[in-house]
Structure formats: C-alpha cells, structure tokens
C-alpha cells in the first residue's frame, strides 16, 4: 500500500485547488518533504490522507463557486464574461449605429447576472463528486494533465450541472429582464436594414456560458497551485501536509 500512498499523499499535495494564502516553501521543498514523510512511516492512514484531499478540495471548489456568484462574478472577469451571442456580435456595429448600443449592453449585462445567480448551485453538486472520490481517482488526478481534476468534476458534474443550472437560468432570466431586453432587442433589430431577427436558444445559451466560465475558474486555480503549491488553513490539512522536523 505504500506506492497508493505516496500517489494519494503527492495528491493532496498538488491539488488543494484555490486555497488562498502562499507558502513559504518551494515546489520542490515540498515535494520532498512529502516522500520523506511517507517513507519514514508518517503514521498517515489511507483514509486521512483521501479525506485530506476531499477537504482541499472542498475549500477549492467551495471558493471557485463564490468567486463567480459574487455580484459582477462573470460580468466584471473578461475571461468569464459571457458575450453577446454570435450571431448578435456580427450585426453589433450596425445596431449600434442605429441607436441600440443601451440595449445591447443591458442584454450582456442581464446574462450575465442570470449565470451569477446560478452559481451557487454548483457548490453541493461539487461536494457530491468529492464523497464519492477513490485514491484510483486521486492517482489519476496526479499523473494526470495540469487541469486533470478540473476534467474529473466536469465528467461526474457537467451533465448534473447542465440540468440544475437551466431551470434557475430561465427563472431568473425572467427576473431580471433578459428575456424582455432580448425580446425587444430582437424586435428592434428588425425593423433595421441587413440586420433581421435573432434564431438561438436563449436559456442554452446562458447555462453554457456560465457553465464554461465555472470550469474555467477551476481550470485556472488548478494550475496555479500546481505551480505554486499554499499554506494548510485547516488542522486536518495541517497534519496531511505536515513536514518531519
């Protein structure tokens, strides 16, 4: 069991995704530290060490779902904004010209804050997938590509996700006005010459894009802890993480 270890252990290690404080130790440092402690008999049991990386990765998944629900979470991140749809993009300059930027820009801005109040949902779904993680998943993860545990969450939860998200994305597109900024906006575009109506699904579109921008997040705070591992902020991560004198 010693090699399932270790692959566990090194696990915690590089993926306690996007806990927020810095280390003072280096990758390498800490790479060590964990193999001297594993081979030296740390007394870590199997089950504290996967518990360990379910709890890093609860924090991590739990601080990526807040980042984009905070209020302007998509709107005000131009990696994560969702734009305006393709086929409203290629006629934007015209219906700018024609007086319609105001309701182009409230149209961005309403679905973006659909995706936002969407958000929240994904954190019990997240801590779903973590129960149910195995130490073949977390060998996986750690031999895996840089964004390897942002490819297992979107495998057990995207479909999940997808279905979760929609319903809450069509209410609250109501709410705050998409549906009708689109509408009119559609209305408009119109009556304006080479422009015409607007043909996609509305609510596909939206869940989409918040989705992508979720996973986006995770993808980013992934690869900077891998490339910068942080400091433990709780007693189990603490002990997981500990270092022989």
Known sequence: ???????????????????????DAGFGDLFKRAQDAVGGGGGLSDSKIVDGLKEALQIGTGNAVTTVSQVGGYYNNP???IPLPGSVQKVEK??????????LDAFELSMNKAAETAAP?????????????TISDARKILEGRDDEATLYFKDKTYDQ?????????????SEVGVTKKFQDLNESASSVPFVGGFSF???NYVTGGGLDGLFHMLAQEEK???????ARVTDLLK???GSKS
Do not use: W
């Open 94 to 103: 015209i219906l700018r010209t024609a007086g319609y930027g105001a309701q």
């Open 79 to 81: 990696e994560i904004k």
């Open 1 to 23: 069991m010693k090699t399932a270890r270790c692959a566990a252990f090194l696990g915690v290690l590089l993926l306690a995704v996007v806990i927020s404080y810095q280390a």
């Open 201 to 203: 699904d509305l609510d």
């Open 161 to 173: 996700l997808n279905e979760t998200f929609k319903p809450i994305v069509h209410t609250t597109m």
């Open 121 to 133: 949902e994904a954190k019990g779904i997240f801590l779903d997938a973590i129960k149910k993680m």
């Open 239 to 241: 002990e997981v993480f």
């Open 224 to 230: 900077k802890i891998r490339e910068n591992p942080t």
